[in-house]
């Protein structure tokens, strides 16, 4: 296992487009969450999934944004009519349930809106 | 809102030098912490993980002690290197996600 895994590791798009980021995570762990993180600022959670369940969203999740993870495995993050404010760090970790061992992270994908 | 503080927000050290970087937190009913290193425009790679039953981690030149009670973590870095320059960051396990700090800009200079 190579650990956690995200695609694309950078994305320009223009404002009002939808992008949308991949994460595959460590095979043996369950859970699996994003976090945003802007420029000089330490990652903030945005949601988590327990294998298929995506059992908790944080209030920075607007209605723009959507998470799936629908096979317990890899996860997409869709950002529908992007914004200039959604310009940041998009980082995917994951963990066995409760992180008891730690939390994994990925090398995140870098989107910049124009 | 629970919240973690990092002290200080940046520190440019020249080598050789041994350093302290603190962290603190309000909630009591953490699981474990865990200290992170991110370069820029990279991902977060774990530095070391403290159990709330544990006093401290070692790993190499990094030493990591948590007081759980006060709400506090340090992460002792001996003779600090150039390499080392990088943000550290804190975050705290109560259960469902990690909770960070916002990290200590680290500058060792040659």
């Known amino acids: 296992d190579t650990g956690v895994s995200q695609d694309p590791r950078h994305k320009i798009t223009k404002r009002g487009q939808n992008v949308t980021f991949r994460c595959d995570p460590i095979?043996?762990?369950?859970?699996l969450y994003w976090y945003r993180q802007t420029l000089g600022q330490g990652p903030e959670f945005l949601t988590y999934?327990?294998?298929?369940?995506?059992?908790?969203k944080s209030r920075l999740l607007s209605d723009r944004f959507s998470a799936e993870r629908p096979k317990g495995s890899f996860s997409t993050l869709e950002i529908q009519r992007t914004e200039q404010g959604d310009s940041a760090m998009y980082l995917c970790?994951?963990?066995?349930?409760?992180?008891?061992?730690?939390?994994?992270f990925g090398s995140g994908t870098r989107l910049t809106v124009v | 809102k629970q919240e973690v503080t990092q002290i200080p927000a940046a520190l440019s050290v020249p080598e050789g030098e041994n350093l302290v970087l603190n962290c603190s937190f309000t909630?009591?009913?953490?699981?474990?912490l865990q200290w992170f290193r991110q370069d820029p425009g990279k991902g977060l790679t774990s530095l070391l993980l403290?159990?709330?039953?544990?006093r401290e981690q070692t790993s190499g030149r990094l030493n990591a002690s948590l007081d759980k009670s006060s709400g506090r973590s340090t992460l002792y870095i001996a003779a600090s290197q150039p390499g080392d320059s990088a943000t550290y960051l804190c975050?705290?396990?109560?259960?469902?996600?990690?909770?960070f700090g916002g990290g200590t800009r680290l500058m060792v200079k040659p």
């Open positions: 403290i159990q709330s039953s544990q």
């Open positions: 909630d009591s009913a953490i699981y474990n």
């Open positions: 970790a994951s963990s066995q349930k409760g992180g008891g061992y730690g939390y994994t």
């Open positions: 975050a705290y396990n109560a259960g469902n996600m990690l909770t």
């Open positions: 999934f327990q294998n298929e369940a995506q059992l908790e």
């Open positions: 095979s043996e762990h369950n859970r």
